[in-house]
């Protein structure tokens, strides 16, 4: 039995990018950022970071593209793939990429907060005090 499947969590690098292939189809594509740390020998805190090219279509892209933005932490579920083309130089070019499958949004921060980016195109959601003594079923906001 085989199996490709990979589990990433880290920050975006950049906006995700919305294109639509000859089909119709949505895909949107952006980068991830995972860090590792570990210490060395000498008990010294050691960190490597890696970049990961990842990839999502349909209705999933369409709400990635409009929720998360650069910064934005995202647990990402899929696939390793590597495709390959002939460049202009006639060199042969290898890209390998990460299929997303599912896509789980971080903590959202309220715009205005340090580092916290905006939802793009949507207004804050309305916090409620769970802590209240009264909390009525309209006041929630679904």
Excluded: C
Excluded at 52 to 58: D, E, T
């Amino acid at each position: 039995m085989n199996l490709n499947k990979v589990f990433l969590i880290g920050n975006l690098t950049r906006d995700p990018e919305l294109k639509s292939l000859p089909s119709g189809t949505s895909v949107v594509s952006f980068g991830l950022a995972t860090n590792r740390v570990w210490k060395n020998q000498q008990g010294e805190n050691q960190q490597d970071t890696q970049f990961h090219n990842i990839v999502a279509f349909g209705k999933q892209g369409e709400t990635i593209h409009q929720y998360l933005t650069k910064g934005s932490l995202a647990l990402v579920e899929g696939r390793i793939q590597t495709r390959s083309w002939d460049a202009q130089d006639g060199s042969k070019r290898y890209s390998t990429e990460i299929i997303a499958e599912r896509v789980q949004f971080g903590p959202r921060k309220s715009p205005g907060a340090a580092g916290g980016p905006a939802p793009k195109g949507k207004e804050e959601m309305p916090v409620i005090d769970l802590n209240s003594e009264e909390v009525k079923p309209e006041d929630l906001p679904f």
